[in-house]
């Protein structure tokens, strides 16, 4: 499956952005789906992630109550709503997809598919 994110760009402190995952190739109704982002100098780190139902989601502490994951299988595409953006939310947004993941394992950066990015930039 290939991944195109898009919907980054430069916003202001307490600003919003949609960021889309389209997906290609093959179906992701049964792919459980994530947001992963990496800050200038820094690892990638764990974002959201949505089962491949839509059952279930999980968000990292930082971006609990301002981002939040959904999906859209009959259009093969995730998106991560983002408010009240922070200058520390700048970084390089991927989405990855992955068809064997399991509940314990969703905030580690071990999956099998990867979008190439969008940049999103915060200012103060």
């Known amino acids: 499956v290939q991944l195109q994110a898009s919907g980054g760009g430069l916003v202001q402190a307490g600003g919003s952005l949609r960021l889309s995952c389209a997906a290609s190739?093959?179906?992701?109704?049964?792919?459980?789906m994530a947001w992963f982002r990496q800050p200038p100098g820094k690892e990638r780190e764990f974002v959201a992630a949505i089962t491949y139902s839509g059952g279930r989601t999980y968000h990292a502490d930082s971006v609990k109550g301002r981002f939040t994951i959904s999906r859209q299988n009959a259009q093969n595409t995730v998106y991560l709503q983002m408010t009240s953006l922070k200058p520390e939310d700048t970084a390089v947004y991927y989405c990855a997809a992955d068809n064997r993941k399991i509940l314990s394992d969703l905030a580690t950066p071990h999956y099998d598919h990867w979008g190439q990015g969008t940049q999103v930039t915060v200012s103060s």
């Open positions: 190739g093959r179906t992701i109704s049964r792919y459980t």
